[in-house]
T-cell receptor, first 116, second 110 residues
Framework: EAGVAQSPRYKIIEKRQSVAFWCNPISGHATLYWYQQILGQGPKLLIQFQNNGVVDDSQLPKDRFSAERLKGVDSTLKIQPAKLEDSAVYLC??????????????FGPGTRLLVL | RKEVEQDPGPFNVPEGATVAFNCTYSNSASQSFFWYRQDCRKEPKLLMSVYSSGNEDGRFTAQLNRASQYISLLIRDSKLSDSATYLCVVNGGGADGLTFGKGTHLIIQP
């Protein structure tokens, strides 16, 4: 079974530039998550989708971050404009459903972003 | 968003020893609990879910104490390959969905 795919794996940009990350979840997984993991910290949930609807985006900095999952499959996370403090690993995860019994999350390899 | 607290360590443990660490959570209404393992520069992977009655998977035992609001992970007969960061995950439900702790760094020494 193919895992969660993410691209690019690495990205270096200058502050105030824009960047976009792409995620393709495991086939059949209804729930998709985007996390930000700063060095030395645990992943922080940015946004959670159930199919193409948003379940939780309470920690997404909406002035600069946006995400979409238009067809309920793959998803894009965008930062515009980027700040130095956005340097982190952006992890995408998916799970079968958001119900408790099926909420095991499978993570992609992440995108390492460095903002200079 | 409610808090999930872990001792960051590092825990330096000799090979073959038993090691245990806890994770406390502040939301008494939390619904589900997990331990994830994250190797250096890799993505997190599910180690085990934590059930109310406690559960064991080989050398790993997870416990939940709802009264004191903590979960624990016990590793017996530790191996060099157990060296990793162990992340506690709590699902608070609703607006306090999935929250990861900062992780506990474990180093098994030969």
């Amino acid at each position: 079974e193919a895992g969660v795919a993410q691209s690019p794996r690495y990205k270096i940009i200058e502050k105030r530039q824009s960047v976009a990350f792409w995620c393709n979840p495991i086939s059949g997984h209804a729930t998709l998550y985007w996390y930000q993991q700063i060095l030395g910290q645990g992943p922080k949930l940015l946004i959670q989708f159930q199919n193409n609807g948003v379940v939780d985006d309470s920690q997404l900095p909406k002035d600069r971050f946006s995400a979409e999952r238009l067809k309920g499959v793959d998803s894009t996370l965008k930062i515009q404009p980027a700040k130095l403090e956005d340097s982190a690993v952006y992890l995408c995860a998916s799970s079968l459903e958001v119900t408790i019994s099926q909420e095991t999350q499978y993570f992609g390899p992440g995108t390492r972003l460095l903002v200079l | 968003r409610k808090e999930v607290e872990q001792d960051p360590g590092p825990f330096n443990v000799p090979e073959g020893a038993t090691v245990a660490f806890n994770c406390t959570y502040s939301n008494s209404a939390s619904q589900s609990f997990f331990w994830y393992r994250q190797d250096c520069r890799k993505e997190p992977k599910l180690l085990m879910s934590v059930y109310s009655s406690g559960n064991e998977d080989g050398r790993f035992t997870a416990q939940l104490n709802r009264a004191s609001q903590y979960i624990s992970l016990l590793i017996r007969d530790s191996k060099l390959s157990d060296s990793a960061t162990y992340l506690c995950v709590v699902n608070g439900g609703g607006a306090d969905g999935l929250t990861f702790g900062k992780g506990t760094h474990l180093i098994i020494q030969p």
